[in-house]
């Protein structure tokens, strides 16, 4: 046999020899993992459908020895068969630690909390405060002079602080947190969350807490240095001992005297500490597999090289095929060494080590007649590797790649099938399309026809969509309405409205201090329908601990600070008369107790939902629920209502029914959506078929070194994937692009509000009929002021969303105030030029200091101190409306 030495394949991955025949590597209808795209193998075992031809109980030696691997030979592009690199993922853990300290600054007078971690990742610092005299574990917000750079408010409870690397390239992040002594704070709770995947790291299961004061009970969750009940006392010590004492009701107060005494005893000097808490966070990590195959020059054999820089010991557990079936078989010896069959199915063969590099390799002897080589990878006894959800394929019959099977290729199996599919999709909506817009349609096909026309639009559209959501979404809605839209006369499917909704907030966090807030906005009812809008949005109606509504107890009282619930169905009708439809707004996620459990816990509610714990999640340590484990994010102030829990559902869905049948609701705006599952939504809205529905799924944007990111692909991914959780039947709150205007006019970087792909970086720019776009509203605006638009700018964003696609909504301040006339004249414009939901938009300039854009072709726009005029030509443009740093044309 002649030798030729080879070079390494994992040196040299691309490909010598052009593919001499395309093939598509398609799952074998005989698999019964065809369908499933996800990790094939799991706990050591193997589900694809092997059906072996023969029986082998003993595996012979090969003769395969080291040196005929290092004489492999593909240098002749004659008898190479095939030569291809994959790439694979898996996923490793990485130990590391989370770090807290307490200590003095630089200057020595006050003190400085900081935690950190040394693991890589987007980290984020999720925290609230403890006040003296604080009872139950609800956290608040920290005094804004403690909240570091970046900060984000989270409701009215928390905050979220991105945590900083030290220096360029280092893995260690951290967050300093400056400490106010008279602010009467008792301890400072968090926890850490990795925005890269999503984990949340707690202490000992449940949250991080630090006392700052020295009567705190230690319940099992503290930092720092123990002593007795506390860690230090020092002036911050004596001056909560003082707050407790004057806090302290008259029953109490001897008691409260003689614990501060007791503490004062106990006083001594603030002491600094560093304590160290293990993290274990789950990496994917990138590797190769190389596999070049060839006829051998002195046999009528087939020669496979396969290897790999996955370190550690790694199986390849493989089968042959003689057809095009693709169906495992156990082919004749010799094997290489270290094989075994595996229960007559396959074999398994470990690798063995390189002998220069790192890594594994082996050399496989195939007869001619075999066709196709089948394998997958076997790092432990849960861990296995396949390509895409398949197993590997190595044809044998001359083709001398794949492609799609690359690692550089942007032409795969998936991605070729992908297209072909969402093409035929996207031409069977053209012709739904087509087909309600002709004339001849129009005057034959019936509203029921139409609506059903305009219902399958809308789920082939979802489904096109649902198949890229997984990496940058693709889905363009401009092809759902190449002709110009008219504005349809039905109802299309529920949640979605018509796509020609314009949206006013119709309170503000201070309107339910009235009582009367019902009848007040009854008097403007008319006045909102005459400035254009089509939707309204109520607030919460329900009984609440809080005034504001937004802490729901009895969910069938009706009796509010904003009005009764005689006035509420008042209001209504008058809203309908004046042609507007009506969103109420529902707190699903939480629910406030009216009784305590046996432990003093609150989570036993009462009225006509008298649910008991059951109904709260299990895995809220503040409210000790015996439900599940919650499908989202916990809020801390109130029991987190369990979804999983078939009578919860029911009972949640009568309530609704009950809310449009005797309120007369046309749909909802629904709360902290971020708390459960999207797919609990859709059953409820399928229940209650609104109108129009959107989410508030409110989370941090990126940031780095206390600047926001220009990718906020991740931000917008994650709403968009609640949306297509609710297959599509709501929309959500275009946060991202709130923050990113946010940035791009403070900053006046207004090259921001165009992505890598001169699309609109908000939820708008991948899922424009879903976007319910918005500059402010009660939480970040009004007296909350948690997220205040940039002041003097406001015109500047309005002109930005009442131009673009989506569904626009304007904050109630706004609308009464001196910007009312100009939003007047914005909304105006949009009507009169139809501008939709579904709007195409051409961004012609995202520069510096200014943005321009054409939407639909009649109306253009700018916004920021820079000049821009739409172009010359056959189209000519009449400047419409003018104002500070903002310009809007239309088509002549």
Known sequence: MATVAIDSLLQNPRLSVSPKAKVLLQPSRSLNCSRNRKLLFSRGACFCSFKPRRQIHVVNASSTDTALIDTFDTSSSDDVLYKETFPVKRIDKVEGKIFISLDQSKDQRNWQLTIGCSLPGKWI????????????????????????????PIKDYAIETPLKKLSKGDMFHEVKIKLIPRSGIAAIHFVLKDEETGAWYQHRGRDFKVPLVDYLEDDGNMIGPKRGFGIWAGALGQLTNMLLKAEASPANSQKSSSESNDSKNQTRQREGFYEEQPIVKEVSIGN?????????????????????DIPGDVL??????????????????????????????????????????????????LDEEIVGFLFVLKLDDNTWLNFKGNDFYIPLTGASSVPGQHGESDTSSEEISSKAYT???????????????????????????????LQEIEKLAAEAYSIFRSSIPTFSEEVVLETEAPKPSVKIPSGTGTGFEILCQGFNWESHKSGRWYMELKEKALEISSLGFTVIWLPPPTESVSAEGYMPTDLYNLNSRYGTIDELKELVKNLHDAGLKVLGDVVLNHRCAHFQNQNGVWNIFGGRLNWDDRAVVGDDPHFQGRGNKSSG???????????????????????????????????????????????????????????????????????????????????????????????????????????ILHSALERCEYWRLSDQKGKPPGVVGWWPSRAVTFIENHDTGSTQGHWRFPGGKELQGYAYILTHPGTPAVFYDHIFSHYRSEIAALISLRNRNKIHCRSTVKIVKAERDVYAAIIDEKVAMKIGPGYYEPPGGPQRWSSVLEGKDYKVWEAC
């Open 423 to 453: 093409d035929g999709i996207i031409n069977e909506i053209r012709n739904l399309v087509s087909g309600i817009n002709s004339e001849k349609s129009q005057k034959t096909k019936t509203k029921e026809a139409q609506e059903s026309i």
């Open 125 to 152: 610092l999720h925290w609230g405060v403890s006040y003296v005299g604080d009872n139950g574990s609800e956290w608040d917000q920290p005094p804004k002079e403690m909240r570091p750079p970046g900060s984000i």
């Open 633 to 739: 994010d916990n809020f801390h102030a109130a029991p987190n209502i369990d979804h999983s829990q078939e009578f919860v559902r029911k009972d949640l869905k009568e309530w609704l029914v009950w809310l449009r049948d005797e309120i007369g609701y046309d749909g909802w705006r629904l709360d902290f959506v971020r708390g459960f599952w999207g797919g609990y939504v859709k059953d409820y809205l399928d229940a209650s078929t609104p109108y129009f529905a959107v989410g508030e799924y409110w989370d941090s944007l990126s940031y780095t070194y206390g600047e926001m990111d220009h990718n906020q692909d991740a931000h917008r991914q994650r709403i968009i994937d609640w949306i297509n959780a609710t297959n599509g039947t709501a929309g959500a709150f275009d946060v991202s692009t709130k923050g």
């Open 316 to 365: 390849v557990h493989w089968g042959v095929c003689r057809d095009d079936s693709k169906t495992w078989e156990i082919p004749a010896a010799p094997y290489p060494p270290e094989t075994a069959v595996f229960k007559n199915k396959a074999l398994r063969t470990l690798l063995q080590p390189k002998s220069i590099g790192h890594g594994s390799r082996a050399l496989f002897t």
């Open 288 to 308: 190769l597999v190389s596999v070049a195959a060839r006829k051998s020059p002195d046999t009528t054999k087939n020669v496979l090289y396969l290897e790999t």
